[in-house]
């Protein structure tokens, strides 16, 4: 059972960024995902949950309005739209899966990791 991230990078203020995350060797279609952050020196943090069917999502208030999550049950993957980026949202992102059905509350799976860099 394995969710891959994949698409951080590095890229100055203002800029956008797709991550992606996509769950193999169980189906996720039941389960909420989300996406996490922990930038270096601090705790790892909630960033975005989609429910199982995308009807509902939940964001931090540091990054409503910037970000978008979604999500693609055909091909199992969730995505995470960043733009107006800021250097604080260097961080690592880990995706998750909840088989809490609409909420991301205490992932079962997580992912590996993506790095994200914003310069200033």
């Known amino acids: 059972v394995q969710l891959q991230a994949s698409g951080g990078g590095s890229v100055h203020a203002g800029g956008s960024l797709r991550l992606s995350c996509r769950g193999s060797?169980?189906?996720?279609?039941?389960?909420?995902l989300g996406w996490f952050r922990q930038a270096p020196g601090k705790d790892r943090e909630f960033v975005s949950g989609i429910s199982w069917n995308g009807t509902y999502t939940d964001y931090a208030k540091s990054v409503k309005g910037r970000f978008t999550i979604s999500r693609d049950s055909n091909d199992e993957t969730v995505y995470l739209q960043m733009n107006s980026l800021k250097p604080e949202d260097t961080a690592v992102y880990y995706c998750?899966?909840?088989?809490?059905?609409?909420?991301?509350?205490?992932?079962?799976?997580w992912g590996q990791g993506t790095q994200v860099t914003v310069s200033s």
């Open positions: 060797g169980r189906t996720f279609r039941n389960y909420a």
């Open positions: 998750a899966a909840d088989s809490h059905s609409y909420k991301v509350v205490a992932p079962d799976y």
